[in-house]
Nanobody, 125 residues
Framework: QAHLAESGGRLVQAGDSLRLSCAVS????????MAWFRQAPGKERLFVAA????????YYADSVRGRFTISRDNAASTAHLQMNRLKPEDTGVYFC??????????????????WGQGTQVTVSS
């Protein structure tokens, strides 16, 4: 059983940058491909980005491509989401997720086996 814990969310202004982290414990970190999702108030949870076991393959939602970067530090068992040029529409709870198989196109919540509790990101205009 894996445990995922997000951190780094806070209130920022539009145009600011923020880095989220997701620490994984309970299983070997390199068992997992990692992803980030976000959920705005009253909305469904949506895919943001995903990265493979080695960190050399990734893909992004159209809404964040070019502004956000997903990465991982396998030695520290931690995944990161670097968010630049933040916009008010980026506001939401950000969740990290893990699955044991790497594939492109895994955009659904049901594609992932493990989830963290989320961290709140609020972008003011």
């Amino acid at each position: 059983q894996a445990h995922l814990a997000e951190s780094g969310g806070r209130l920022v202004q539009a145009g600011d940058s923020l880095r989220l982290s997701c620490a994984v414990s309970g299983r070997s970190f390199t068992d997992f491909a990692m992803a980030w999702f976000r959920q705005a108030p009253g909305k469904e949870r949506l895919f943001v980005a995903a990265i493979n076991w080695y960190g050399d393959k990734s893909y992004y939602a159209d809404s964040v491509r070019g502004r956000f970067t997903i990465s991982r530090d396998n030695a520290a068992s931690t995944a990161h989401l670097q968010m630049n040029r933040l916009k008010p529409e980026d506001t939401g709870v950000y969740f990290c997720a893990a699955r044991t198989r790497w594939e492109y196109g895994m955009y659904a919540v049901s594609d992932y086996d493990y989830w963290g509790q989320g961290t709140q990101v609020t972008v003011s205009s």
